[in-house]
């Protein structure tokens, strides 16, 4: 599979005026511009722009996507409002990256390993994960921690190690974390796991994964619930169907066996099926109303009648009507 990379930067704290724009003109004639985006989509020789500088000098927000699974999201913020010692309780295993830029603090979250996305959605992350930076901007660091636990799932941070402080509101996340937990692919039973914290007292990371593995044993008792009693409702409509079935057919068993007589003297394999099923249904009848001797009666009759037809003889046995050794 040939790579193809995808490019979406967006200005958010303003727009970009004229040079800018010009400049960035000069490093795509295909890119689509507006003054808050520049996107670009490029075959695997990839953007003849840095996008790094890019990001540290214009651009607020910046996603790249490949089809192969790899991709990465950047958030330019004052250091005002949010410092790097901060982030870095967050920093250890994670996908989470820093760099000062003058001023601002460049955070960049990497997924190495995601699972491939087709190209119409590529330019659906830009929109679903730019409020993850208006987030950060009001205090909510959330997508920290989340991205903190995308290293514990990928093993990058050892069982003895604490967890950093974990934000109020995990278990319950807004559309945009929601689409960062997606595009970082972090399972929703860790996220699940970590929002049960109580207390002040950090926990480890090997007490986190136990709790994960917990409650994952957990869903899938209540999945394995959830199919038996499905199974149930669908064995006993299927029962009711059957009753109401062969409900139908008492009464008329005598012409049932005329017209299976007929069917097995037409000699065609669909006719000789047709005649299997009405048998089925004398079967099933004969032990709801306590007759199975005449049933059997009947059908050794059948069979000694038809005992040159050896492609209806074995439809017997298939069906389960006679033994292997009566056939």
């Given amino acids: 599979m040939s790579e193809r990379q995808y490019y979406e930067f967006r200005s958010v704290d303003r727009p970009l005026d004229s040079i800018e724009m010009r400049d960035l003109r000069k490093l795509s004639a295909s890119a689509v511009m507006t003054p808050e985006s520049f996107v670009e989509s490029c075959p695997p020789e990839g953007f003849n722009g ?84 208006e987030g950060l901007l009001r205090g909510d660091l959330r997508c920290l921690y989340l991205s903190w636990l995308g290293a514990v799932q990928r093993a990058s941070v050892a069982d003895h190690q604490l967890e950093p402080p974990v934000p109020p509101g995990l278990d319950v996340l807004s559309p945009a974390l929601k689409a960062f937990v997606d595009f970082l692919e972090i399972p929703r039973t860790l996220i699940e796991a970590a929002a049960q914290a109580k207390g002040p007292t950090p926990r480890t990371v090997g007490e986190l994964r136990n709790a994960q593995y917990a409650l994952e044993e957990e869903l899938e008792r209540e999945r394995q619930a959830r199919m038996r009693e499905q199974r149930r409702l669908r064995e006993a409509h299927e029962a009711e169907r059957r009753r109401k079935e062969l409900q139908g057919l008492a009464g008329k068993e005598e012409e049932t066996w005329d017209r299976i007589g007929e069917l097995i003297d037409g000699k065609r394999p669909s006719d000789y099926d047709q005649a299997v099923l009405l048998l089925v249904d004398l079967h099933d009848l004969a032990a709801v109303t306590k007759t199975q001797s005449d049933f059997r009666f009947g059908l050794d009759v059948v069979r000694e009648q038809h005992e040159s037809k050896p492609s209806f003889l074995r439809r017997l046995v298939d069906a389960g009507l006679v033994e292997e050794d009566e056939a």
Avoid at 51 to 57: K, Q
Avoid at 67 to 75: A, D, E, I, K, M
Avoid at 97 to 125: I, K, M, T
């Fill in 50 to 133: 840095d996008s790094e500088r890019l990001i540290a000098e214009t651009f607020d927000a910046f996603v790249w996507v490949s089809n192969t699974g790899r991709r990465s999201l950047s958030f330019r913020v004052p250091q005002s409002v949010l410092d790097a010692e901060t982030c870095r309780r967050y920093q250890t295993g994670s996908p989470l990256s820093l760099r000062a830029c003058g001023a601002s603090l460049v955070l960049r979250f990497s997924a190495e390993d995601g699972a491939p996305v087709a190209q119409a959605e590529d330019s659906a992350w830009m929109p679903a994960l730019l409020p993850v930076r």
